[in-house]
């Protein structure tokens, strides 16, 4: 287990999110290298989960996130299976440019969860995901890049609200 402060890492794609981090972003996004910033970070080859903490930074080509907290889970393979982002104090969030042309993608929540081997990507907690006029609120959103869904299950504490202005 390493121990590392005020870290600043540049890694290969393949090492961090895979493909999950990119399925609303640009192709090319896939294959730039990732920058990892963090006022600290444990990395565990041994049990294969990472954790970053404190203003943590991910970025790669036009993909971003901001989020307190990060945390990776590798499989026996060294391949990233999930990485959660937390929201702790302001909301996680997660933006990038889908298509020349097309204004940013705009996701905030307490939590996010990619899912490459699966390309799933799930928001929960006060989710507000926009695009241009085009927007989303709501507790819990899952998106499949594979199969281009977004499930919004039934909430508790209220309804999904989403506005779309089918001429933009």
């Known amino acids: 287990m390493y121990r590392i402060h005020r870290l600043r890492f540049i890694l290969i794609?393949?090492?961090?999110i895979g493909y999950s981090l990119?399925?609303?972003?640009?192709?090319?996004?896939s294959k730039a290298k990732v920058n990892i910033v963090a006022d600290s970070g444990i990395y565990n080859f041994k049990t294969g989960i990472d954790v970053y903490e404190g203003h943590v930074r991910i970025d790669q080509g036009t993909t971003h996130i901001t989020?307190?907290?990060?945390?990776?889970?590798?499989?026996?393979?060294?391949?990233?299976?999930?990485?959660?982002?937390?929201?702790?104090h302001d909301l996680a969030h997660y933006w990038t440019?889908?298509?020349?042309?097309?204004?940013?993608?705009?996701?905030?929540?307490k939590i996010i969860r990619f899912y490459p081997i699966e390309s799933n990507v799930t928001l929960e907690n006060n989710v507000h995901v926009t695009q241009g006029e085009n927007?989303?609120?709501?507790?819990?959103?899952?998106?499949?890049?594979?199969?281009?869904?977004?499930?919004?299950?039934?909430?508790?504490?209220?309804?999904?609200?989403?506005?779309?202005?089918?001429?933009?």
């Open 67 to 88: 989020a307190d907290k990060l945390i990776t889970r590798k499989n026996s393979h060294h391949v990233i299976q999930e990485a959660t982002a937390y929201g702790l």
């Open 22 to 29: 990119y399925s609303f972003a640009l192709d090319s996004d």
């Open 135 to 168: 927007s989303f609120q709501g507790e819990l959103i899952h998106y499949n890049s594979n199969d281009q869904t977004i499930t919004v299950p039934a909430a508790t504490n209220g309804q999904a609200v989403l506005v779309y202005n089918p001429d933009k």
């Open 13 to 16: 794609p393949v090492l961090f």
């Open 97 to 109: 440019l889908p298509n020349q042309g097309q204004p940013e993608i705009h996701a905030r929540a």
